[in-house]
Nanobody, 123 residues
Framework: QVQLVESGGGLVQAGGSLRLSCVAS????????MGWFRQTPGKEREFVAG????????NYADSVKGRFTISRDNAKNTVYLEMNNLKPEDTAVYYC????????????????WGQGTQVTVSS
C-alpha cells in the first residue's frame, strides 16, 4: 500500500509559477513510476506528466510541454511538478499517482492516487 499526499496548489495569476509536491509513504518509492494528472468538473482525468522509477525518462502532455517539469527525489519519497507560465486553462485539481509498472501516461494503470490539490490560474 502506498499513501500519497499532494501540496503546493493555490491561486496564481496567468504567467505565474507553482511547484507541486507529492510525498509518498508505505512501500519503496523507487519501485513506482509516478505521474501527475489533472481534472476539471465534468471532464475526465487527463495525463499531465510522468516519470520513470529512476528518473531516466519523462513524458508530458502536449499542452504542458516546455512549461511544466516533473522530477523526483527517491531519497525523500517525493515527486514534484514545476509549473511555469501558467495559463487559465491549467486550472484544475492536480493528482499525483503511482504505479508499479512502466506506463507513465495511462491513468487506468495507476494503482494509487493522492487526494488532489487545487490549482487556479486567474486571467
Amino acid at each position: 500500500q502506498v499513501q500519497l499526499v499532494e501540496s503546493g496548489g493555490g491561486l496564481v495569476q496567468a504567467g505565474g509559477s507553482l511547484r507541486l509536491s507529492c510525498v509518498a509513504s508505505g512501500r519503496t518509492f523507487s519501485s513506482y513510476t509516478m505521474g501527475w494528472f489533472r481534472q476539471t468538473p465534468g471532464k475526465e482525468r487527463e495525463f499531465v506528466a510522468g516519470i520513470s522509477k529512476s528518473s531516466s525518462s519523462t513524458n508530458y502532455a502536449d499542452s504542458v510541454k516546455g512549461r511544466f517539469t516533473i522530477s523526483r527525489d527517491n531519497a525523500k519519497n517525493t515527486v514534484y511538478l514545476e509549473m511555469n507560465n501558467l495559463k487559465p486553462e491549467d486550472t484544475a485539481v492536480y493528482y499525483c499517482a503511482a504505479n508499479s509498472g512502466l506506463s507513465q501516461t495511462r491513468a487506468v494503470l495507476y494503482d494509487y492516487w493522492g487526494q488532489g490539490t487545487q490549482v487556479t490560474v486567474s486571467s
